[in-house]
């Protein structure tokens, strides 16, 4: 990254909701069964936010558990970032309600929608503005409430999707340490193929628009899910080739948690055993742009990284997009 600052993950936080939807509950709702969803997607059972919780309530929990664990006070923070397709509203963003709920009285504020990918798209956002001076202290979040969007009597989708939240402090570290290499991308002619097709300019909302359950999220699976192993394979070796770092040099491969059918399929071509890998599908389904951050944190609380560690997080989804980060572990604030 030239003469720029280091940048990397101060702390982490994460949060899940309490109520459980287990496989044998959703085999009372649909037509499905457990060995179906197990063998075809690796998850067991997700979590599910009240009627209650919106984004900005699980963003609040997580933010509280990386702010603390990573030092930082709310008032220290420049900017919050949320990624998210399940904000509390269309606007203001999630990041502004947040905001508040915080106490973060300086910091700037901004959602950034880039679905699956989303974490990815904002810590490389965040990123640029540490490493460039002109902040110190980045809130990044991932979350979704998926379930507020997904139709449960589609078997097709209502098997994959949970909720929660993840967060990361982002700030400057030592040298030789944080972010080395970044890859984001995007495919729009794929626009249509994962999608919440109602509610904006394009369908907004009416009562026809909701009886023919355009505001449930639509997926073309099978395409989706042919993209994604493609992906996950070249962003993760760019970053690996940009930051100059062997695949047997990875020590904790963070994927996006869409189905254990595409981790494996990564882990096959990296030759990656399972202790460097880190997986949380079968406990909380895909929640979207929140999976990599939960998923991180709980490497983190489970001591599975320590300092030196090449950390590979990679993600793809709606948009088509598609990310990898590669860092050098680090939570000592330069
Ligand atoms: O996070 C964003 C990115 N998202 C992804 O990466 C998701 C990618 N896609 C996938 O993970 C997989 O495509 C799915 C898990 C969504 C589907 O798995 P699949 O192996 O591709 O199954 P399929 O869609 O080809 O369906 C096979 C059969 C179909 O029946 P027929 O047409 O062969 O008779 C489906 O109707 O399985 C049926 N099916 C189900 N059966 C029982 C689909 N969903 C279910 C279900 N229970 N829940």
């Known amino acids: ?9 101060l702390g982490t936080g994460s949060y899940t909701p309490e109520r459980v939807l287990t496989n044998a509950d959703l085999e009372k709702m649909v037509d499905t069964s457990d060995e179906w969803i197990v063998t075809r997607t690796g998850i067991r059972e997700r979590r599910i936010a009240s009627s209650e919780q919106a ?15 990573a030092g930082i006070s709310a008032e220290e923070l420049d900017m919050i970032i949320v990624a998210t397709v399940t904000p509390d509203m269309a606007f203001p963003s999630t990041a502004c309600i947040l905001q508040d709920k915080l106490g973060a009285k300086k910091a700037a504020a ?10 990815l798209y904002g810590i490389t956002t965040a990123t640029q503005f540490i490493s460039n001076g002109l902040y110190r202290y980045i809130l990044v979040i991932g979350v979704e409430t998926l379930s507020k969007i997904t139709n449960y009597e589609d078997r097709n989708t209502c098997v994959l999707f949970g909720d929660g939240a993840g967060a ?6 030592g040298d030789g340490f944080g972010f080395k290499a970044f890859d984001l991308g995007a495919d729009g002619s794929g626009s ?3 999608a919440l097709p109602a509610g904006g ?23 989706v899910f042919k993209f994604a192993v493609r992906v996950m394979n070249t962003a993760t070796e760019t970053v690996l080739e940009k930051a100059g770092v ?3 040099e990875i020590d904790l491969l963070v994927p996006h948690q869409a189905n254990l059918r595409i981790i494996d399929a990564a882990i096959k071509r990296f030759g990656l055993s399972e202790e460097k890998v880190a997986i949380n599908v079968d406990r909380y389904g895909n929640m979207s742009s929140a999976s990599i951050p939960v998923a991180l944190d709980e490497a983190v609380q489970a001591g599975r990284l320590k300092e030196g560690d090449n950390v590979v997080l990679v993600g ?6 598609w990310g990898a980060a590669l860092l050098k572990w680090s939570t000592q604030k330069a």
Do not use: W
């Open 316 to 321: 793809f989804g709606g948009g088509l997009t």
């Open 110 to 119: 901004l959602d950034v929608s880039a679905a699956c990918t989303g974490f």
């Open 1 to 9: 990254m030239g003469d720029l600052r280091p940048v990397g993950i």
């Open 201 to 223: 300019s394009r369908i907004p909302a009416t009562s026809e628009s909701v009886a023919k359950g355009l505001h449930y999220l639509y997926m073309a699976g099978g395409e």
């Open 246 to 248: 062997s695949k047997d």
């Open 168 to 173: 990361a402090v982002l700030g400057p570290v």
């Open 192 to 194: 249509t193929l994962l």
């Open 55 to 69: 984004a900005s309530d699980l963003s609040y929990e997580a933010a509280r558990k990386a702010l603390a664990n």
